[in-house]
């Protein structure tokens, strides 16, 4: 069972802009909505393509020196929302949360941070908090929602665009999850290793 699903609706979040240029385009050609905060979103508009900021979508700016965006029950409402389950449907309805089909984000530079012998305030601030949180509630949802990681899943996601459209299925889905798992996974330990040291 193949379960194809359609991407519409895609928040992009990332740290590292290079290479996303290019999947930019493959999914605005494919009439794919963009969904972003504060630089990424201001990189998006600057190549040309409409972008709905994520504080329009929550009625909250971005708070606490950019330490919460994203949390909020209209983004991971919109993520974890099962596209099949009536009652989660009635309460998109209910509480006008959009459907989120394709997470794109990846994390704070943690251990780049650390090998630059940065002090340990600076090493804090690098802990993810929101971009994990989106890797998590995709990858859980990968019936319904592609996730993107990480930079290196950007040419498999526009090798599916190209060949298929804005469409994936579910074991294409289950593969990003899977990579998805692996990032935090990796991500996770790096930062137990530091704390463990120190």
Not at 13 to 27: C, P, Q, T
Not at 151 to 157: C, D, N, R, S, T
Not at 163 to 180: K, L, S
């Amino acid at each position: 069972m193949t379960q194809n699903k359609r991407i519409k609706n895609a928040l992009v979040s990332v740290y590292h802009k290079d290479g996303l240029e290019e999947l930019l385009r493959a999914l605005h050609n494919e009439g794919v909505n963009f969904l972003s905060t504060g630089g990424t979103q201001q990189f998006i508009e600057s190549l040309g393509y409409p972008c709905q900021a994520v504080e329009d979508l929550t009625s909250y700016p971005s708070i606490l020196g950019g330490r919460v965006k994203t949390l909020h029950p209209k983004v991971f409402g919109g993520i974890l929302a099962r596209r099949e389950h009536e009652g989660d449907q009635q309460q998109m309805s209910q509480y006008e949360i959009p459907e989120i089909d394709l997470v794109i984000v990846d994390l704070y530079p943690f251990e780049d941070t650390v090998a630059s012998g940065a002090d340990e305030q600076s090493i804090i601030e690098k802990i993810d908090i929101g971009g994990i949180s989106l890797i998590r509630a995709g990858a859980k949802n990968f019936n319904d929602v592609v996730i993107i990681p990480s930079k290196a899943e950007y040419e498999p996601l526009l090798n599916i665009v190209r060949e298929q459209g804005a469409e994936t299925t579910r074991e294409q889905r289950r593969w990003f999850a899977t990579r998805a798992f692996g990032v935090s996974s990796h991500y996770d330990t790096a930062i137990h290793e530091w704390f463990d040291k120190k």
